[in-house]
């Protein structure tokens, strides 16, 4: 079965870096594209950045754009999501989660259990 | 490019059936059939309940559906059962490499 485990979140203080990852296993790894969404505590669920299944391609929220980068690592069926110049509003829960395809269409069948980030000095 | 809209809360008593919407615009939600919901329970990651506007995944019972109009989709609970009080998200392709989110619904089961 498909399982996808999220590693790497934890306390880190503003304008700091943090670099989350996630082991996937259960399904061909390299057929799909990954995303990360995240959710601040008590708050609705947020899309943050999207890698194609061969990482030649990646997308990102305006909110994390020019901070966060993407990456995945195909021989090692992980994804990655590397957090520069964090801010608080980046605390959350943050999920790595599949697409249904190799391009983004927004379509998240299976999602890990999540890693909290959080953001304070 | 805003936030999908959905109504805060929603209930309903077990047996009856609930509907929840969710509001986009021409670009996102009423551009592409790529519409989904998601089930959240509290402490729990979430799970996909339909893709594609009103097609469920293996598993899902046939209580849930969805359907769409023009700019606003839906997600229908029937015969409500004490184990759908939950969150639900409604997500949208946006149009623009990005994916889009609605801000969630709480349903109670009174």
């Known amino acids: 079965q498909v399982q996808l485990v999220e590693s790497g979140g934890g306390v880190v203080q503003p304008g700091r870096s943090l670099r989350l990852s996630c082991a996937a296993s259960g399904f061909t790894f390299t057929r799909y594209g990954m995303h990360w969404v995240r959710q601040a505590p008590g708050k609705g669920l947020e899309w943050v950045a999207f890698i194609q299944n061969h990482g030649n391609l990646e997308y990102f929220a305006d909110s994390v754009k020019g901070r966060f980068a993407i990456s995945r690592d195909n021989s090692k069926n992980t994804v990655f999501l590397q957090m520069n110049s964090l801010r608080a509003e980046d605390t959350a829960m943050y999920y790595c989660?599949?697409?249904?395809?190799?391009?983004?269409?927004?379509?998240?069948?299976?999602w890990g259990p999540g890693t909290l980030v959080t953001v304070s000095s | 490019q805003s936030a999908l809209t959905q109504p805060p809360s929603a209930s309903g008593s077990p047996g009856q059936s609930v509907t929840i919407s969710c509001t986009g615009i021409?670009?996102?939600?009423?551009?592409?059939?790529?519409v989904t919901w998601y089930q959240q329970h509290p402490g729990k990651a979430p799970k996909l309940v339909i893709y594609e506007v009103s097609k469920r995944p293996s598993g899902v019972p046939d209580r849930f559906s969805g359907s769409k109009s023009g700019n606003a989709a839906s997600l229908t609970v029937s015969g409500l059962q004490t184990e759908d009080e939950a969150d639900y998200y409604c997500?949208?392709?946006?149009?623009?490499?990005?994916?889009?989110f609605g801000g969630g619904t709480r349903l109670t089961v009174l």
């Open positions: 021409s670009s996102d939600v009423g551009g592409q059939d790529h």
């Open positions: 989660v599949t697409e249904n395809s190799a391009i983004i269409i927004g379509r998240f069948d299976w």
């Open positions: 997500s949208s392709y946006g149009g623009t490499n990005n994916v889009i």
